[in-house]
């Protein structure tokens, strides 16, 4: 079985959203899908099949208070508008086509991490309904976020246990994959201050995640580890931008040139993909 992997990153996953588009362009749907935090709800767009659908709201709506302010905080706890960017946008001003994502007959995973575990959680399409809480747990970051209630647990952003599931989708009986990472080449995560300083304050109510949050470096780079030994192998085609974004870019500009970055790096490796599909 073949499968697509896409990686999260707040806004770095335009570069996805491109190569998702260059994709639908080729209709080239994969019968296995698997994304982490914002790749996992971009790629929600790619198997409803509507493309630009991902780049249209980001050039609409990154600037809209709504959407991502300091304000955002104060009455949802969270820096990103979330009943707007996931209820009001696909539920209304961009409707999203839940029946031809269910329609999809393949297998879509949705990465999270169980907040009292510290855990890797796995749902998929079959858990995605018009509330769309299991897209805010895969992007519930913490100190940016709360965590989403779902079936009486509570998770956070899938990056924290999983940052690239791709022992996950060896273990789905993928034998080939297309693997789109968001950092460019050469990239090495190194632990922040930031990071540290917000691990100190989970420790009193959800240490699991606290350890994580200490721990997804070293995750991260062995992750990205073994996808270039597959790719060596001749098992993955692996696409990354060529140069880094902010993660909360705010020039729509720039986001957009990053999507059309994706879209290139994705019709110049297009035979290699078709050659993995």
């Known amino acids: 079985m073949t499968g697509v992997l896409f990686e999260g990153g707040s806004f770095r996953p335009v570069f996805s959203c491109g190569v998702m588009d260059a994709l639908l362009e080729e209709d080239i749907i994969f019968p296995y899908c698997i994304g982490v935090s914002a ?57 999203f086509d839940m029946k031809t994502f269910k329609d999809y007959k393949g297998s879509f995973v949705i990465v999270t991490t169980d907040a009292k575990t510290g855990k890797v959680h796995y749902f998929n399409q079959n858990d995605v309904d018009e509330t769309f809480e299991v897209f805010c747990a895969t992007c519930a970051l913490p100190g940016a976020c709360p965590p989403a209630k779902i079936n009486g647990r509570k998770y956070y952003d899938g990056g924290l246990s999983n940052p690239i599931p791709i022992d996950k989708c060896l273990e789905d009986g993928c034998d080939k994959m297309l693997i789109v990472l968001t950092q460019p080449d050469g990239f090495v995560k190194t632990p922040r201050k930031s990071e540290k300083n917000i691990a100190k ?64 790096v994705a019709k110049a490796n297009m035979e290699k993909i078709k050659f993995i599909e």
């Open 201 to 264: 304050i989970m420790k009193l109510k959800y240490p699991k995640i606290a350890d994580e949050l200490l721990n997804r470096c070293d995750k991260y780079n062995e992750s990205v580890k073994m996808c270039e030994k597959l790719e060596k192998a001749g098992k993955a085609v692996i696409l990354r931008p060529r140069c880094k974004l902010n993660s909360l870019e705010s020039d729509v500009s720039t986001l957009r040139k990053t999507y059309e970055m994706g879209k290139e």
């Open 39 to 95: 790749g996992a709800a971009d790629a929600a767009s790619y198997i409803s099949k509507q493309k630009e659908r991902n780049i249209r709201i980001l050039e609409k709506y990154r600037n809209d208070k709504r959407y991502l302010s300091k304000r955002n905080f104060i009455k949802e706890r969270s820096i990103f508008g979330l009943d707007f960017v996931f209820r009001e946008i696909p539920n209304s001003l961009d409707p």
